[in-house]
């Protein structure tokens, strides 16, 4: 099978991200960009790649805007692309089954089916946050369909999306890597959702990479995946004795809605539920699949025209013996970032 990804651009000279307030005992943050990937490194270990322009397998599946490789604090691949289960599945991903505009369904973006993400503006940057030097990628792409184009046979750009992918250096056993998602419409009565069943799922979608000895957590102790989703907090850690990632969601995010019947029967089954309502729903996979973040569930939502719809989620990329504890105050301290 012949892979179509654009990786080869190790050779490009490093732009460093120093305007002049790194000192010089602090690591050196590094990005490379060279038109088809944006690559993130730290003193020469490689942090993350983000995926600009289309992927394929042998002209199949068809994905951008996604994160992959992303790499482990030793600079081993921490995710897959182009799974052999699930081909569709991509790195660190978000994507919905269900994207409309009013009664015309425009493909399958989880599907990698009659969609496409064009990537028009991207820019990466050194940003400040508190008192910390991070590089930050600002990235603009346009949603559209080949089931929806203009009387010159050209596909309309029926999404905005704006993205910022912030890159925290690595402090001691973790990495922080944040996602804020910003969704537009650009046309009247556009929708997306979930998967039209049960599990609902779609939305953001870390696929990694994942063995026998790995304990998945919720705050509130450990937790057994289930073949539907569960409400157990706001963060789930995915952790084995040499590496973990803990997916966060932050509290500002929407919440899917999801019937009460469905929550009664994941409380029968051992999940903690004491987050409440605000909790989200968590489609969780011990092998073959994506751990995802799961909004806004079965039921399509409207985006805005006006009010863009923000999506946020924190990464923390660990050595595997980060306790939940430490987990928990960094969760608060992204709770408390506006």
Same mark, same amino acid.
């Given at each position: 099978m012949r892979f179509t990804i654009g990786i080869a651009m190790i050779l490009l000279p490093c732009v460093a /991200?120093?305007?002049? $307030?790194?000192?010089?005992e602090e690591s050196d943050l590094c990005s490379r960009d060279d038109g088809k990937v944006v690559e993130i490194s730290e003193d020469g270990v490689p942090v993350l790649v983000y995926q600009m322009?289309?992927?394929?397998?042998?002209?199949?599946?068809?994905?951008?805007?996604y994160v992959h490789p992303l790499y482990d604090l030793d600079g081993k691949v921490f995710t897959e692309d182009f799974p052999e289960d699930h081909r569709h599945h991509r790195g660190v991903f978000w994507a919905w089954h269900h994207f409309s505009v009013g009664d015309l369904r425009l493909g399958d973006p989880w599907l990698?089916?009659?969609?496409?993400?064009?990537?028009t503006q991207t820019t990466a940057s050194a940003v400040q946050r508190g008192d910390e030097d991070c590089i930050g990628i600002d990235l603009v792409t346009l949603w559209k369909s080949p089931s929806l184009k203009d009387l010159n046979g050209d596909m309309l750009?029926?999404?905005?999306?704006?993205?910022? /992918?912030?890159?925290? $250096?690595r402090t001691g056993q973790?990495?922080?890597?944040d996602f804020d998602i910003s969704l537009t419409a650009m046309v009247q009565?556009?929708?997306?959702?979930?998967?039209?069943?049960?599990?609902?799922?779609g939305g953001f979608s870390p696929r990694i990479i994942l063995n026998s000895k790995q304990v998945f957590r919720f705050g509130s102790g450990e937790v057994e995946p289930t073949k539907t989703a569960v409400q157990g907090g706001p963060w789930v850690d995915i952790s084995d004795e040499k590496r973990g990632l803990a997916i966060m969601s932050h509290p500002e995010n929407p919440v899917a809605n999801r019937d009460a019947n469905t929550a009664s029967r994941h409380v029968e089954n051992g999940v903690n539920e004491s987050a409440g309502s605000t909790s989200p729903w968590w489609i969780?996979?011990?092998?073959?699949?994506?751990?995802?973040?799961?909004?806004?569930?079965?039921?399509?939502v409207s985006l805005s025209t006006k009010n863009p719809m923000r999506l946020r989620y924190r990464l923390v990329i660990h050595d595997g013996?980060?306790?939940?504890?430490?987990?928990?105050e960094i969760y608060k301290r992204y709770a408390g970032e506006k």
């Open positions: /991200i120093d305007l002049g $307030r790194l000192h010089a322009q289309e992927n394929s397998l042998d002209g199949e599946w068809q994905r951008a805007g990698c089916k009659d969609f496409v993400r064009q990537c750009p029926v999404v905005k999306e704006e993205t910022q /992918i912030l890159v925290h $250096r973790h990495r922080l890597v009565k556009v929708s997306i959702g979930g998967s039209d069943d049960v599990k609902g799922y969780l996979r011990r092998k073959r699949s994506m751990q995802n973040v799961v909004y806004p569930g079965r039921k399509p013996k980060l306790l939940p504890a430490s987990l928990q």
